[in-house]
């Protein structure tokens, strides 16, 4: 059948080289389009419940709102684990999900489970779903600056025109604010007058909510004219509150202003951000829904911001403080650089070892399609083009085109011995029937060898199926234009002057070169199996040795400084230690800026107590560094400088960190869980875990 095939492809060189436009066509289309990314998103299928339980200490919190929700969902199907979070007013539940779980799906039964979850909650609280987003969602993060502007006026601003405005970017799930002030009326009563007065809290509560509202009546027609009857007590002002009726004694009202005073304050603070050591400043993150393009994303986002910048105030701008697309970008521009220079090499040495240009095309362009065709299913499957799928190219590129190598090799030498009565035609035929079948099948064998990686599961699989998806691919296409498109570009490439193997001089001195070798391992036949044994005895103990790592780490090109300290810490402290490391780390050369969080984001996809930091650092390009600095040396340099009393270091990068909190539940890649009944113990467990850890 095979041999039928490469015969049929070489009498019909026009049907093949139209299907391999055609082919080649819907396979740039698949590369412009296919979703670009730094590494494929090894997060599991997570369905966030937010709930907010205002002015509650944290073991309130986890008693009457984390723990029931906690266990009414762990019976929800297909998941696999329930992680609550309890801080000062605020609950998390995290349900992980099972791999392949669809995410709407998910999000469907936890609704359903949620409406049982909620009658046992505390009356009035009612727990949200987070965005339907990724663990790995933070693709955008900017601030917001202005001249003159205070801190409530920005966030004003960021809250009303900026979120607003980013929210209707296609691919966002959520645009988070941080930093700065909300403003709200605060209303500070006077305990003795209230208690002369007779009137209870709850009675300013109830007056408060009453007088802040519109009622609508019906209409009046005057004129010709119909004018709609509506009642107008919204609270535009402070005076407005100040003129609140709560009680009425004989026909005299008593003014809210009379046994309270109106101010215009901020709103309690759980996360403050900072700017390159000169202060604190209002921020926003863009989160990435769930399956899109992070390169898209990012850049509907960008679109957008520069759409709403001109109906900004003036002086206001923002400024990018960590955008993935640089990462993306970069990645992917080196792994195209590698495959760029993989396919000129192999042209070459196609050519030095053919001496025959033309022959040398056929393994040219059959490496090139095979890899559009590679891309053209990783558009089919829904693949992103990242360093692991780009890489499975990489490593295939150099079997690729073997059978173009070998077929056009073994027709040279039936032309050198071909006789006047066959045509070219006939004798290049047979030469492709002669090795082709079994240059199939051997192609075959090595696309079939990573077929265990697809038994992956988990974060080990999200990591390597796409390596194993496009290095299938590349050489399944390899195996088909092996015996299809080659022998047909054989009979329009190879002709004219053949150059014979002992013509060529870099064969002769190669022959030259291992003919005495084999010799001598033939003529010692126990000898060469005893040494090969060998080495591979003495390769053991090396291989033992050998540290293992889940992946390699990925340079980013930013650094993710996240310190942690006791806990309780004071936002107004945390804010001034942020302050102070941000500026100690923008002191060095090699920092572009810094951006600093304590705390979290109004988002429920960040449970960061208080005491938490979160630093990104920008890099400069590695060109304008200090002769000789690495990432781990100027790792180094920044712990020594941020040695603070009761903080602990710890450094990775964004997209990793992230990923080990979703894993694990942990912050840093390394962290040890302790589980019991009485907090109490478990904290005495801890520290002493920790004081053995720390020598």
Excluded at 516 to 536: E, G, K, M, S
Excluded at 642 to 662: C, E, H, Y
Aim: net charge neutral; glycine share 8%; charged share 20%.
């Amino acid at each position: 059948m095979i041999a039928a095939i490469i015969r049929w492809s070489a009498r019909n060189v026009f049907l093949i080289g139209l299907a391999s436009v055609f082919i080649g066509s819907a396979g740039f289309y698949a590369l412009k389009h296919v979703p670009l990314d730094a590494i494929p998103d090894l997060s599991d299928v997570q369905v966030i419940i937010y709930t907010e339980y205002p002015g509650q200490a944290p073991q309130v919190v986890e008693d009457q709102v984390t723990y029931p929700l906690t266990t009414s969902m762990l019976s929800v199907p297909r998941s696999r684990v329930v992680r609550g979070f309890s801080f000062f007013g605020v609950s998390f539940v995290y349900v992980i999900f099972e791999d392949g779980t669809d995410l709407y799906w998910a999000r469907s039964r936890v609704l359903e489970y949620l409406n049982t979850a909620t009658q046992r909650l505390p009356s009035g609280i009612t727990p949200t779903l987070g965005p339907d987003a990724t663990g790995v969602g933070w693709v955008y993060q900017y601030v917001v600056r202005g001249e003159q502007k205070t801190l409530a006026e920005l966030r004003t601003i960021q809250d009303w025109q900026v979120r607003y405005g980013i929210a209707k970017a296609e691919g966002v799930a959520e645009v988070a604010s941080v930093g700065g002030f909300v403003k709200q009326y605060s209303v500070v009563v006077d305990p003795r007058r209230l208690q002369a007065l007779g009137i209870s809290l709850d009675k300013i509560r109830t007056a408060l909510r009453a007088s802040n509202r519109d009622v609508g009546g019906r209409t009046v027609e005057l004129t010709e004219t119909e004018f709609a009857v509506r009642g107008r007590g919204y609270v535009k002002s402070i005076s407005d509150l100040e003129q609140i009726v709560v009680k009425s004694d004989r026909g005299v009202p008593v003014l809210l202003r009379d046994v309270a005073r109106v101010e215009l304050t901020p709103d309690e603070r759980r996360g403050v951000t900072e700017l390159n050591g000169e202060g604190e400043v209002v921020s926003g993150i863009a989160v990435q829904r769930f399956g899109q393009n992070a390169l898209s994303v990012i850049a509907n986002v960008k679109d957008r911001l520069a759409e709403i910048a001109s109906g900004l105030p003036q002086g206001v701008t923002i400024q990018a403080v960590y955008d993935r697309s640089d990462l993306i970008n970069r990645a992917i521009e080196t792994l195209k650089r590698t495959l760029i220079e993989e396919s000129i090499i192999v042209a070459l040495v196609c050519f030095v070892f053919l001496l025959h240009v033309r022959s040398a095309f056929v393994a040219i362009i059959t490496l090139p399609l095979g890899i559009l065709i590679a891309y053209l299913c990783m558009y089919v499957l829904g693949l992103s083009s990242n360093i692991m799928s780009l890489g499975g190219i990489a490593i295939a590129v150099g079997a690729m085109v073997d059978a173009a190598i070998v077929m056009i090799e073994n027709a040279h030498k039936r032309l050198e011995r071909a006789g006047s009565d066959k045509t070219r035609a006939e004798v290049i035929i047979e030469a492709a029937i002669q090795v082709g079948p079994p240059l199939f099948f051997s192609l075959l064998v090595i696309t079939v060898s990573f077929l265990p990686i697809f038994t992956l599961e988990a974060q080990e699989g999200r990591l390597f199926k796409p390596l194993a998806y496009t290095k299938t691919f590349a050489m399944a296409a390899a195996a088909f234009l092996s015996v299809t498109l080659v022998p047909a570009l054989m009979i329009l490439l190879v002709r004219g002057r053949i150059v014979p193997e002992h013509g060529n001089p870099v064969n002769r001195a190669l022959i030259w070169a291992y003919r005495p070798v084999i010799r001598l391992a033939l003529r010692f036949r126990w000898a060469t199996i005893l040494v090969a044994v060998a080495v591979l005895a003495a390769s053991l103990w090396p291989a033992s040795k050998l540290g293992t790592e889940f992946m390699p780490t990925l340079n980013e090109g930013t650094l993710f400084y996240m310190p942690t300290t006791l806990p309780g810490l004071s936002i107004t402290k945390a804010a001034e230690l942020v302050q102070t490391q941000d500026k100690i780390i923008k002191s060095f050369p090699e920092v572009e800026s810094v951006w600093g969080k304590a705390g979290r984001g109004s988002t429920a996809t960040d449970p960061a107590p208080t005491e938490m930091f979160e630093t990104v650092i920008n890099l400069k390009p590695e060109n304008e560094w200090r002769p000789g600095m690495t990432v781990d040396k100027l790792i180094a340099e920044m712990d020594r400088s941020l040695q603070f009393p009761g903080v602990s270091n710890a450094w990775t990068m964004p997209i990793k960190a992230r990923i080990d909190m979703l894993s694990t539940g942990i912050r840093t890649p390394v962290g040890v869980k302790v589980f019991g009944k009485d907090l109490a113990d478990i904290e005495g467990l801890s520290r002493q875990i920790e004081a053995v850890i720390s020598r």
